[in-house]
């Protein structure tokens, strides 16, 4: 009953499912809220902490002693007798034995058990850091799905704006018939576009949906958040002194010191544990033996003998996993350090590009759009050059978002990169 007792908390973690949250207009601060307690794989890291902890308090034990009853001398044709159990006709015996551990055993068992705790949580606190990084990308995703749809609703009303203008045109004798059909064409393929957006809104909407943990309708969720102003990166950081404090180098490390403990476990088999036992016997009642029978008493030692082996077998896969620990280490510091110098190349890239389109190409191409819409109202200009000039500058505004969205994303992925678990 104690050890059901024990699980039920366990069992009805699992079973139970958070209620679904509330969504709408939802900021990337809730939306990271909502993932770091619904993502599934936050959840298993999560598990596997409890796990963890759960070997530590396996490992840090002394062995159990071990109790044996056992009756000898038997004889079936005799029987065992009247009486009670000390009056039959059976020798009886209690044997109490327990083993001591030498040569520090439980000490390096707790010590790979609490280097593996430590790295379960570093696990953990990366899982955390690397769903930052994927929600804001999904997140950010959703925004300019909707921003693109939002210009693709707008193209296609001026478009029909235009064409009523033109139409009016053609009806005055001032553009030709043709000229009318190109600007058709045109508005037609903005409606496509506008199809085309809504789409992709759901399709980025039902992406993020996933990387919280939610089962709802696309059109209950709209992502809110303006999107976030360029700050200069300032000058190259020192990557080395941020490798130390990211979970995954933590993690690492941990099962490094967990393997070199589990080395000096290996090592320390060859230190002889001894079994000491205690025994008690008891003989029936016999002429010999009295009216009351006979107790005896023994002690015991018992010690392995080293003679077909000398666990050279476990210390060679216990260098091994050493080995292999440290190399994953080394690994796991190249490519942090990989990642780091990326993540910063790739937000300076973003911040220029976005500072040229929001200061320079995006403003030319709007002047210029104007003044052919304005041209083209007003009989100055033909078709070619109002529809040369809007497809410009819808190319542009498109291309504006997208590097808002690449800056966005590569400042989410430096912050997650960093530890920095800012959201704006």
């Given at each position: 009953m104690l050890a059901l007792a024990l699980l039920l908390p366990?069992?009805?973690?699992?079973?139970?499912?958070?209620?679904?949250?509330?969504?709408?207009?939802?900021?990337l601060a809730r939306a990271l809220e909502i993932a770091a307690q619904r993502n599934p794989d936050i959840s298993l890291a999560e598990i596997a902490v409890r796990a963890a902890d759960a070997a530590l308090l396996s490992a840090d034990v002394t062995p159990n002693p071990t109790l044996t009853l056992g009756i000898q001398n038997y004889n079936p044709r005799a029987g065992v007798g009247p009486g009670s159990l000390r009056d039959k006709q059976v020798d009886t015996a209690v044997r109490l034995?327990?083993?001591?551990?030498?040569?520090?055993?439980?000490?390096?068992?707790?010590?790979?058990?609490?280097?593996?705790?430590?790295?379960?949580?570093?696990?953990?606190a990366n899982a955390q850091r690397q769903l930052r990084s994927n929600v804001a990308d999904m997140y950010y995703n959703a925004l300019a799905a909707q921003e693109r749809l939002s210009i693709a609703q707008d193209t296609a009303k001026l478009f029909g704006a235009t064409l009523a203008a033109a139409d009016q045109r053609r009806a005055a004798g001032d553009l030709a018939g043709a000229d009318v059909?190109?600007?058709?064409?045109?508005?037609?393929?903005?409606?496509?576009?506008?199809?085309?957006?809504?789409?992709?809104?759901?399709?980025?909407?039902?992406?993020?949906?996933?990387?919280?943990?939610?089962?709802?309708?696309?059109?209950?969720?709209?992502?809110?958040?303006?999107?976030?102003?360029?700050?200069?990166?300032?000058?190259?950081?020192?990557?080395?002194?941020?490798?130390?404090?990211?979970?995954?180098?933590?993690?690492?490390?941990?099962?490094?010191?967990?393997?070199?403990?589990n080395l000096r476990l290996a090592q320390s088999q060859r230190t002889r544990d001894v079994s000491v036992g205690v025994q008690v016997d008891h003989s029936p009642a016999s002429p010999l033996n009295g009216f009351y029978g006979s107790n005896t008493f023994g002690v015991s030692?018992?010690?392995?003998?080293?003679?077909?082996?000398?666990?050279?077998?476990?210390?060679?896969?216990?260098?091994?996993?050493?080995?292999?620990?440290?190399?994953?280490?080394?690994?796991?510091?190249?490519?942090?350090?990989?990642?780091?110098q990326r993540a910063f190349s790739d937000m300076q890239s973003a911040q220029e590009r976005?500072?040229?389109?929001?200061?320079?190409?995006?403003?030319?191409?709007?002047?210029?759009?104007?003044?052919?819409?304005f041209a083209f109202r007003n009989g100055a200009t033909g078709v070619t050059d109002v529809l040369d000039a809007r497809r410009t500058y819808r190319a542009i505004t498109l291309d504006e978002l997208n590097a808002r969205a690449d800056y966005a994303r590569a400042l989410a992925a430096w912050r997650a990169a960093t530890l920095d678990e800012t959201t704006k």
């Open positions: 366990s069992l009805s973690v699992l079973a139970a499912d958070p209620a679904p949250p509330t969504l709408g207009r939802l900021s034995e327990q083993l001591i551990e030498r040569g520090g055993k439980r000490q390096y068992r707790a010590e790979n058990a609490t280097q593996l705790l430590d790295a379960s949580r570093a696990d953990l059909d190109r600007l058709r064409v045109d508005a037609l393929r903005a409606k496509n576009d506008v199809r085309q957006a809504e789409a992709d809104t759901k399709r980025s909407r039902l992406a993020l949906l996933l990387m919280l943990g939610v089962s709802a309708a696309p059109e209950q969720v709209e992502a809110a958040d303006e999107w976030p102003v360029p700050v200069a990166p300032g000058n190259l950081p020192s990557f080395e002194s941020m490798l130390d404090q990211r979970p995954d180098i933590r993690a690492a490390n941990a099962r490094l010191q967990a393997a070199q403990a030692v018992q010690v392995p003998l080293f003679v077909n082996h000398y666990y050279e077998g476990d210390i060679r896969n216990a260098l091994a996993g050493v080995d292999s620990a440290q190399a994953n280490l080394l690994k796991a510091r190249r490519e942090a350090s990989a990642s780091l976005l500072g040229r389109f929001r200061d320079e190409l995006t403003v030319a191409a709007r002047r210029a759009a104007d003044a052919a819409e």
